[in-house]
Structure formats: structure tokens, C-alpha cells
């Protein structure tokens, strides 16, 4: 990862070095580089080629406010997924406008929430709550602007936990009813159709299914014009992988050329493009340092305990999920170099961060996760009385405390005991 690499023998973030950051603020810390952060951001800006693209932040990934600011100043939006985010893209100073919502589950203050801060579109994922918004659209004296997120049952080819695409779970409507479900739509008084959403699974590394999808789209957006539906976006959700490892994720621009490509021949290159990447704008710009805490052998295993645990980062025993891991001051064996699990304080044997890494270790070492800005604090929680990792944002030599360290005091300080 070009933003984290060793300088004299030490692992940087940018130009600050791992060793600092464990000292000055103390370990397990979050550490992300902001320059990773913008250049993210653009790989799509540069993949939008001048034409009209919208990229909604999926902001489940990472929603430090500083980030978000971060994004919003680079002229982002949200995809949100509750107005616990909405309230974040609040206080990050983020444009509502610019906000689309998605989610199976928006509850009626949710749904208020949104309207009240003019929200750019309600992604919407039923029948149910599309009579729920005309509804509280018309108790307000307001109009809702509505897609539907239609299932288009393409295969994302990746994990089933993070595939959405397909038709038997329990995301968007089926693409088949989708006509039906817009005429509805149309009827209702304090609903204003904007446009479409589809968002097939997470970790994608290929384009084919996008296109998959895409076509399926186009001739729904060809029926619904038959009907006198015209959109104004197009939203084609997030999903964008990134190199945990050794995959080869397809780029941005190799994405948004290939769509381009097809809404042009469609006769659809007016539309807007809705993006809503998560993963793919903050995943490689974060890492997780970590101390190790104790070596111990069992049997003939070799385990590596660290100071931060599946609380911290829960995606290796929640998907499997590989995570490259590297000492921040790497250690030259000579002897061929042992294979760790490395493994958290937590009460669990599910407590594991990384499975058999060669790796040259001893007491006190540093080792920074890799890949730890996408879906890792956000996860986090405060298992066993944990107080949740302090984050800091790097920035070329200088240094952000954008989260401070959770006190012990903190955690429990709003429980109450009954007499
Ligand atoms: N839009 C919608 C409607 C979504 O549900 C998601 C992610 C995104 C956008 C952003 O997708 P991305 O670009 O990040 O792939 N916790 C899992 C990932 C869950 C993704 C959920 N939805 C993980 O750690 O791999």
C-alpha cells in the first residue's frame, strides 16, 4: 500500500511513523492517511470523465466525521442507511442534498428526519414503505423524491454475506415487478419518482456483473419510459473491491467506461450516475496498529496475543476475511520465520485477527493490520468491557486525533443501578 511504507527500516503513514503514532497515542489505534483518502476519491472524480456523476459515499464503511467533511468538501455525497447517519452527514457538515437513503427498515422518525433535511432521494425496498413515505410526505405538505431498488438477481460473485443481488434476499423489489410498483408510484400524491437503484453485493472484483445488472436496468428504464416514467438518475449502488491480498479489482474508470459505454448506446446518457462506493473509498487508506501483548506456544502452535481483538476488527472471523499484516519494524531471522495466529485478549475462540503468517516476532512488537479503513471501527464494539480504539488521521508529518481513545468511565457511566 503505496500511503503505508517502510522508511529507515519503520512503517509510515505518509511521513509519520507507526512507532510514533503507538506512543503518542497509544495502541490499538486506528491509523488513516489522508492523501489515500483523496486519492480514492479520485480515481473516481477522474473516472467520471466531466459527465455527470454523483458518488454517495457509503459511509457504513468509515464514518469518522472527519472523514466524511473530508469527502464532503471534495463535493461527495451520502448513501446513508439511518438517520443515526443522516445525523452524522449533519454534524460533518455534509450537503443533505446530496444524500440518498437506502435500507430495508426506515422507521417513521427516519423518514421524517429525511424529508425535514431535504434529502436527494429515498432509495426504497418495498411496497410497504412506499406507502409509508407517501404518507409522511403528506402530513408534511411535502413531496418525497423516490427510487426503487430493484433487484436485478445477478450474481456478485463474492461473499453470500455481502452478495445483495440476488432474488431469494431480502433487499430491493424483483426487477420483474418493478413496473407494477412504479405505476403505483406515480399514483400516489406526495411521491415524486426520481429516479432507479439497484446496489448487487460488496467486494466485487469484476464488471461483468455490473453490466449484468446494467442491461437488466436499461430495460427498465425503456418500459418505464412506455409508461410515462422518466428518471433523472441512475443509481448503480457501490461494491467495488479492493487488494486485501492479491486480488485485482477492476478500477473505477474501467467500470464507469464500460457503463457509459452501454447508457450511451441505450439512448440514456442523460442520466445522472449515482455511485455509492464505501469500501473502495477508505479500505486501503486505514490500518489497524496493534502491540503484541504475549508470544506463547500451544502444542506445536504459535500464537501472537495482541492489544486488539475482534471488538476492534471483526471481519476475519465474521466473513473469513484476509487481512494482510505487517511489523512496523521488521525483524531479519535467520532461522525460517514461524507461522503465527494472531489473536486478541477476548474470551473466544473466534478472537483471531490473522491464521498462520510467517512472521519474526517478539513481546512488545508493533504490527499494523492492513486494509483496516473500510468496515472496521465501524464494526467494532465494546465486547468485554473494551473501550473502542482512538483514530487518527495522518496528513504528510503532521497528525489529526479525529476520536479520541473511549474512556473506562465512558463505557458504563450512563448505566443505572435499581435499588
Ligand atoms: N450501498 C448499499 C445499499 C450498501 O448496502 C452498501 C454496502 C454500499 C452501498 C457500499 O458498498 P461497498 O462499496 O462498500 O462495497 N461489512 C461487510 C460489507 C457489507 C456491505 C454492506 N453494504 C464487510 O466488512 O465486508
Known amino acids: 500500500a503505496k500511503h503505508f511504507q517502510l522508511k529507515d527500516d519503520t512503517l509510515h503513514a505518509e511521513n509519520v511513523s507507526l512507532e510514533q503514532l503507538a506512543h503518542d497515542f497509544g495502541t490499538p489505534l486506528y491509523v488513516y492517511s489522508r492523501q489515500a483518502l483523496h486519492d480514492a476519491w479520485y480515481s473516481y472524480h477522474v473516472a467520471a470523465q466531466g459527465r455527470d456523476v454523483l458518488v454517495c459515499y457509503g459511509m457504513k464503511a468509515n464514518s469518522n466525521l472527519?472523514?466524511?467533511?473530508?469527502?464532503?468538501?471534495?463535493?461527495?455525497?451520502?448513501?446513508?442507511?439511518?438517520?443515526?447517519?443522516?445525523?452524522?452527514?449533519?454534524?460533518?457538515?455534509?450537503?443533505?442534498?446530496?444524500?440518498?437513503?437506502?435500507?430495508?427498515?426506515?422507521?417513521?422518525?427516519?423518514?421524517?428526519?429525511?424529508?425535514?433535511?431535504?434529502?436527494?432521494?429515498?432509495?426504497?425496498?418495498s411496497e410497504a414503505e412506499l406507502e409509508r413515505i407517501n404518507q409522511i410526505a403528506g402530513e408534511k405538505g411535502v413531496k418525497a423524491p423516490i427510487s426503487l431498488r430493484v433487484n436485478p438477481d445477478v450474481d456478485a460473485k463474492t461473499h453470500p454475506y455481502i452478495s445483495t443481488g440476488l432474488k431469494d434476499n431480502k433487499f430491493g423489489v424483483d426487477i420483474n415487478e418493478a413496473p407494477a410498483i412504479y405505476a403505483r408510484a406515480q399514483a400516489m400524491p406526495h411521491l415524486e419518482i426520481v429516479g432507479v437503484d439497484c446496489h448487487i453485493g460488496s467486494q466485487i472484483t469484476e464488471i461483468s456483473p455490473y453490466?449484468?445488472?446494467?442491461?437488466?436496468?436499461?430495460?427498465?428504464?425503456?418500459?418505464l419510459q412506455s409508461q410515462g416514467i422518466t428518471l433523472s438518475h441512475l443509481d448503480i449502488g457501490g461494491g467495488l473491491g479492493i487488494r486485501y491480498t492479491d486480488e485485482t479489482p477492476a478500477t473505477p474508470t474501467e467500470l464507469l467506461s464500460a457503463v457509459f459505454k452501454a447508457l450511451d448506446a441505450a439512448d440514456l446518457g442523460h442520466l445522472q450516475l449515482v455511485l455509492e462506493p464505501g469500501r473502495s473509498m477508505v479500505g486501503n487508506a486505514g490500518v489497524l496498529l496493534t502491540r503484541v501483548e504475549y508470544v506463547k506456544t500451544n502444542q506445536d502452535k504459535h500464537f501472537a496475543?495482541?492489544?486488539?481483538?475482534?471488538?476492534?476488527?471483526?471481519?476475519?472471523?465474521?466473513?473469513?476475511?484476509?487481512?494482510?499484516?505487517?511489523?512496523?519494524?521488521?525483524?531479519?531471522?535467520?532461522?525460517?520465520?514461524?507461522?503465527?495466529?494472531?489473536?486478541?485478549?477476548?474470551?473466544?475462540?473466534?478472537?483471531?485477527?490473522?491464521k498462520d503468517r510467517a512472521l519474526h516476532l517478539a513481546q512488545g512488537d508493533l504490527l499494523a493490520i492492513m486494509s483496516a479503513g473500510a468496515y472496521a471501527f465501524t464494526m467494532s464494539s465494546q465486547y468485554n468491557t473494551r473501550p473502542r480504539a482512538a483514530e487518527v488521521i495522518v496528513d504528510d508529518q503532521s497528525v489529526h486525533l479525529v476520536r479520541p481513545r473511549e474512556s473506562l468511565e465512558s463505557l458504563f457511566d450512563s448505566e443505572r443501578l435499581i435499588d
Request: aromatic share 8%; with cysteine.
Open 66 to 125: 472527519a472523514i466524511l467533511n473530508e469527502f464532503s468538501r471534495l463535493g461527495t455525497g451520502f448513501d446513508i442507511v439511518s438517520g443515526g447517519e443522516l445525523a452524522r452527514v449533519i454534524a460533518a457538515k455534509g450537503d443533505p442534498a446530496k444524500v440518498v437513503f437506502s435500507g430495508v427498515g426506515k422507521q417513521r422518525w427516519e423518514i421524517e428526519a429525511a424529508l425535514d433535511a431535504g434529502i436527494k432521494c429515498f432509495n426504497v425496498e
Open 211 to 223: 453490466l449484468d445488472a446494467l442491461d437488466k436496468l436499461i430495460a427498465l428504464i425503456k418500459q
Open 305 to 354: 496475543i495482541v492489544d486488539a481483538a475482534m471488538n476492534d476488527l471483526i471481519r476475519p472471523t465474521l466473513y473469513d476475511a484476509w487481512h494482510d499484516v505487517e511489523p512496523v519494524r521488521p525483524r531479519t531471522g535467520s532461522a525460517p520465520a514461524p507461522a503465527y495466529d494472531i489473536v486478541g485478549p477476548i474470551c473466544e475462540s473466534g478472537d483471531w485477527l490473522a
